[in-house]
Nanobody, 120 residues
Framework: QVQLVESGGGLVQAGGSLRLSCAASGSIFSINSMGWYRQAPGKQRELVATITTIGTTNYADSVKGRFTISRDHAKNTVYLQMNSLKPEDTAVYYC??????????????WGQGTQVTVSS
């Protein structure tokens, strides 16, 4: 089976930085894209950033210029560098991997989420 394990969340003051990591493990044959989504209390889950195998990135307008997504193919790991954090960035951040295992067709897998709290 596939596991996506996030780390790096926590409490930070406004203007500070955090770096999230997400490592995919299991019987992975190939990874198409990986990304980060977030869900604040009372709100729907929303896209934060994605990155494809060839490095094409996509960001939500609200994080452009502040967040950077990157990927280590050898480690099946995706990172999210978050700078100039704002209280409205407070949410549970979820890692997503659009990948294929040796026995299953492509499927979008999710991590368990990591809490990011930005204090004002």
């Amino acid at each position: 089976q596939v596991q996506l394990v996030e780390s790096g969340g926590g409490l930070v003051q406004a203007g500070g930085s955090l770096r999230l990591s997400c490592a995919a493990s299991g019987s992975i044959f190939s990874i198409n894209s990986m990304g980060w989504y977030r869900q604040a209390p009372g709100k729907q889950r929303e896209l934060v950033a994605t990155i494809t195998t060839i490095g094409t990135t996509n960001y939500a307008d609200s994080v452009k210029g502040r967040f950077t997504i990157s990927r280590d193919h050898a480690k099946n790991t995706v990172y999210l560098q978050m700078n100039s954090l704002k209280p409205e960035d407070t949410a549970v951040y979820y890692c997503n991997g659009d990948l294929r295992t040796y026995s299953n067709p492509p499927y979008r897998y999710w991590g368990q989420g990591t809490q990011v709290t930005v204090s004002s």
